[in-house]
């Protein structure tokens, strides 16, 4: 592959060469200054599209944080006004479903439905993914911008458009959507809000914008890697964004088919999901009958396991080069990564049903769902084991992003582990749609791939930006961050286990034995009690964000300038300008290694960039 071609888009000459031969009064080649609009808003540019969708996807993860708060508080405290105004504003903006302050159960649903859809499709898949594989990628494989710029561009755009339909779904007449995050047939078609609809046409928009993403994402990966740059030294988080993008690709086509079904179902009077004798309000509904409410199940489930990998392996990446740079040491496995993390693409799409074991499944049908579902956590395991291995005998610097990588594999290890009882038809019974399962996937997701995320943002803001964030702030939010995540969520997996189902607004006071003395396994007090507990952690943990909230802004004036490789790491990201320019490098990009040459002995320094031409050492003979 021509060297130019890699260097430069294939559109446009390399600056060095594009005047030669011309006068310099010629204006038929000048270069117009491009406006505030085309730069920053409408651009092209693989760089300022990572920005955008960081920012969008920050400012969701914000609002889906606040719609949590909410919640907590009605659990908390049933049929009592929201206090410090906030009622009233609910009020005012709202209408009814909040008269008086008060989050009515038809709103608290409104809130869990999107709480859910703003956190995953609105907020960390798209951090995840799209924000720092749009920054990232390019620069590390050594391309010039992502294949398909004006498609990169495009699929921001429908992500931006999908996220403004969700968000105005709460102020129309009935509210947002109120049948879930998973939006289950019948429901969803029952529910007496045009919110449900707002949700799908959402939904279809989001899709649309991941599928270009995905298509983009492998084409680049593939197309446009620097000479040099094989496929046993790429990055293991190009390789988690490779995966990644391929199980988009894959499972998202389902759910946009099964959105279109399910808009029919709402708006034409279809029955694609719609059983024969469904009655709503004690009336039998008028549908022509014989769909099935499974066939959603399964449409939707074979997009949401894969989802779930979606959230999780990008941070895995984001971990993979931080330890691997902050213990100054390869990383140890590094085939065993790649192996690992394509088996997890390829079983991933064979264990959608262990979210469907209550719905009445053959046990042959269950057993095999549920021999996948311990299989798939093997290559999980594997790669923690080898993030681990890689700290022993490293010599470990502790910075912000390095905090935030190490608390990630102790935090996803309890995630992973407390899902191995969900896995198994028998134990999964019990704990099926109960507060332990919200704490298994939050600690999936929340201290998991969050946490990894936090720590991607402290680790490439110096190339973002050319200045690190404040490090003693960085400390604070992580501390108060992991204490009060876990605060949050450990007093879960108690309240599941004691039978409280999820879902409902008053935090199951109907099934306490407050409420009903004497009934054979009510609620105890003190698992209510800790809905009043979980309250607080989840306000201190909101505070907690204002510290990073305030960085991050603050650190873009007045942080420490940091040069084009302030953490001294290999990769060719780092080997770029800072921040870098249009086009990413001022010279062909050729590659020499493999990405985590640490600690090389005989080596001037502790780290081998990837494009460090070999040094040739002749021994001179001697004659005899």
Same mark, same amino acid.
């Given at each position: 592959?021509?060297?130019?071609?890699?260097?430069?888009?294939?559109?446009?000459?390399?600056?060095?060469?594009?005047?030669?031969?011309?006068?310099?009064?010629?204006?038929?080649?000048?270069?117009?200054?491009?406006?505030?609009?085309?730069?920053?808003?409408?651009?092209?540019?693989?760089?300022?599209?990572?920005?955008? /969708?960081?920012?969008?996807?920050?400012?969701?993860?914000? *609002?889906?944080? *606040?719609?949590?708060?909410?919640?907590?508080?009605?659990?908390?405290?049933?049929?009592?006004?929201?206090?410090?105004?906030?009622?009233?504003?609910?009020?005012?903006?709202?209408?009814?479903?909040?008269?008086?302050?008060?989050?009515?159960?038809?709103?608290?649903?409104?809130?869990?439905?999107?709480?859910?859809?703003?956190?995953?499709?609105?907020?960390?898949?798209?951090?995840?993914?799209?924000?720092?594989?749009?920054? @990232?990628?390019?620069?590390?494989?050594?391309?010039?911008?992502?294949? *398909?710029?004006?498609?990169?561009?495009?699929?921001?755009?429908? /992500?931006?458009?999908?996220?403004?339909?969700?968000?105005?779904?709460?102020?129309?007449?009935?509210?947002?959507?109120?049948?879930?995050?998973?939006?289950?047939?019948?429901?969803?078609?029952? @529910? +007496?809000?045009?919110?449900?609809?707002?949700?799908?046409?959402?939904?279809?928009?989001?899709?649309?914008?991941?599928?270009?993403?995905?298509?983009?994402?492998?084409?680049?990966?593939?197309?446009?890697?620097?000479?040099?740059?094989?496929?046993?030294?790429?990055?293991?988080? @190009?390789?988690?964004?490779?995966?990644?993008?391929?199980?988009?690709?894959?499972?998202?086509?389902?759910?946009?088919?099964?959105?279109?079904?399910?808009?029919?179902?709402?708006?034409?009077?279809?029955?694609? *999901?719609?059983?024969?004798?469904?009655?709503?309000?004690?009336?039998?509904?008028?549908?022509?009958?014989?769909?099935?409410?499974?066939?959603?199940?399964?449409?939707?489930?074979?997009?949401?396991?894969?989802?779930?990998?979606?959230?999780?392996?990008?941070?895995?990446?984001?971990?993979?080069?931080?330890?691997?740079?902050?213990?100054?040491?390869?990383?140890?496995?590094?085939?065993?990564?790649?192996?690992?993390?394509?088996?997890?693409?390829?079983?991933?799409?064979?264990?959608?049903?262990?979210?469907?074991?209550?719905?009445?499944?053959?046990?042959?049908?269950?057993?095999?769902?549920?021999?996948?579902?311990?299989?798939?956590?093997?290559?999980?395991?594997?790669?923690?084991?080898?993030?681990?291995?890689?700290?022993?005998?490293?010599?470990?610097?502790?910075?912000?992003?390095?905090?935030?990588?190490?608390?990630?594999?102790?935090?996803?290890?309890?995630?992973?582990?407390?899902?191995?009882?969900?896995?198994?038809?028998?134990?999964?019974?019990?704990?099926?749609?109960?507060?332990?399962?919200?704490?298994?996937?939050?600690?999936?997701?929340? +201290?998991?791939?969050?946490?990894?995320?936090?720590?991607?943002?402290?680790?490439? /803001?110096?190339?973002?930006?050319?200045?690190?964030?404040?490090?003693?702030?960085?400390?604070?939010?992580?501390?108060?961050?992991?204490?009060?995540?876990?605060?949050?969520?450990?007093?879960?997996?108690?309240?599941?286990?004691?039978?409280?189902?999820?879902?409902?607004?008053?935090?199951?006071?109907?099934?306490?034995?407050?409420?009903?003395?004497?009934?054979?396994?009510?609620?105890?007090?003190?698992?209510?009690?800790?809905?009043?507990?979980?309250? @607080?952690?989840?306000?201190?943990?909101?505070?907690?964000?204002?510290?990073?909230?305030?960085?991050?802004?603050?650190?873009?004036?007045?942080?420490?300038?940091?040069?084009?490789? +302030?953490?001294?790491?290999?990769?060719?990201?780092?080997?770029?300008?800072?921040?870098?320019?249009?086009?990413?490098?001022?010279?062909?990009?050729?590659?020499?290694?493999?990405?985590?040459?640490?600690?090389?002995?005989?080596?001037?320094?502790?780290?081998? +960039?990837?494009?460090?031409?070999?040094?040739?050492?002749?021994?001179?003979?001697?004659?005899?």
């Amino acid at each position: 592959m021509d060297a130019n071609v890699n260097q430069f888009p294939p559109y446009r000459e390399a600056e060095a060469h594009g005047h030669h031969g011309h006068d310099d009064h010629d204006h038929g080649h000048e270069h117009h200054e491009p406006s505030f609009w085309h730069r920053y808003v409408f651009s092209s540019d693989h760089k300022i599209i990572g920005i955008q /969708y960081g920012f969008t996807a920050l400012c969701f993860m914000l *609002f889906g944080f *606040f719609l949590m708060l909410l919640m907590r508080w009605q659990i908390a405290h049933p049929s009592q006004p929201v206090p410090l105004g906030l009622g009233w504003i609910l009020e005012k903006l709202l209408g009814n479903p909040a008269a008086g302050g008060i989050i009515s159960p038809e709103l608290y649903n409104s809130f869990g439905a999107m709480h859910g859809t703003i956190m995953v499709f609105l907020a960390i898949v798209p951090l995840a993914f799209a924000a720092f594989g749009n920054y @990232v990628v390019p620069l590390m494989i050594g391309a010039p911008d992502m294949a *398909f710029p004006r498609v990169n561009m495009a699929s921001y755009q429908a /992500y931006f458009l999908g996220g403004t339909v969700m968000f105005v779904s709460f102020f129309i007449p009935g509210g947002a959507a109120q049948a879930g995050w998973t939006s289950y047939s019948p429901l969803a078609t029952s @529910v +007496p809000t045009h919110g449900q609809l707002f949700w799908i046409l959402g939904m279809v928009l989001l899709i649309n914008s991941s599928l270009l993403g995905a298509v983009n994402f492998i084409a680049t990966i593939i197309q446009l890697r620097a000479p040099g740059m094989t496929w046993m030294r790429m990055p293991f988080f @190009v390789w988690a964004q490779f995966v990644t993008a391929f199980l988009l690709l894959l499972a998202f086509p389902p759910l946009e088919a099964a959105s279109v079904m399910q808009l029919m179902d709402n708006v034409a009077h279809t029955s694609f *999901f719609l059983p024969t004798g469904l009655a709503t309000g004690g009336n039998l509904a008028h549908i022509s009958g014989g769909g099935s409410p499974l066939l959603w199940q399964h449409l939707f489930w074979f997009l949401g396991h894969p989802e779930v990998y979606v959230l999780i392996l990008p941070a895995m990446g984001i971990v993979c080069e931080i330890i691997a740079c902050n213990s100054r040491r390869p990383i140890w496995g590094y085939k065993s990564l790649v192996y690992s993390v394509l088996l997890i693409g390829f079983l991933s799409f064979i264990v959608w049903a262990h979210h469907m074991y209550l719905t009445g499944m053959g046990t042959k049908i269950s057993e095999f769902f549920q021999a996948t579902t311990m299989i798939i956590s093997i290559p999980s395991v594997i790669i923690l084991t080898c993030l681990f291995i890689s700290l022993w005998g490293g010599s470990i610097r502790i910075n912000t992003p390095m905090l935030f990588a190490l608390a990630f594999l102790p935090m996803f290890g309890i995630g992973g582990l407390t899902g191995l009882p969900l896995g198994f038809n028998a134990s999964d019974l019990y704990l099926h749609d109960t507060y332990y399962v919200i704490a298994h996937f939050h600690y999936v997701v929340a +201290p998991g791939t969050i946490f990894g995320l936090f720590a991607g943002i402290y680790f490439w /803001y110096p190339k973002m930006t050319g200045r690190k964030m404040n490090e003693f702030w960085g400390s604070v939010h992580f501390w108060t961050s992991l204490i009060f995540m876990n605060l949050v969520f450990m007093p879960m997996f108690v309240q599941g286990m004691k039978g409280m189902l999820r879902r409902m607004a008053d935090g199951g006071a109907n099934y306490s034995a407050a409420h009903v003395p004497g009934a054979i396994d009510a609620l105890p007090a003190y698992t209510m009690e800790l809905h009043q507990w979980i309250l @607080v952690a989840a306000v201190c943990l909101g505070i907690a964000q204002i510290p990073f909230i305030i960085n991050i802004f603050w650190s873009m004036k007045h942080g420490e300038k940091a040069g084009d490789n +302030p953490w001294e790491a290999t990769t060719i990201d780092w080997q770029t300008p800072t921040p870098p320019p249009h086009g990413n490098f001022t010279k062909p990009v050729q590659v020499y290694r493999g990405p985590y040459e640490y600690s090389v002995p005989g080596h001037a320094t502790d780290f081998t +960039p990837q494009n460090e031409p070999e040094v040739v050492t002749t021994v001179p003979s001697h004659a005899h």
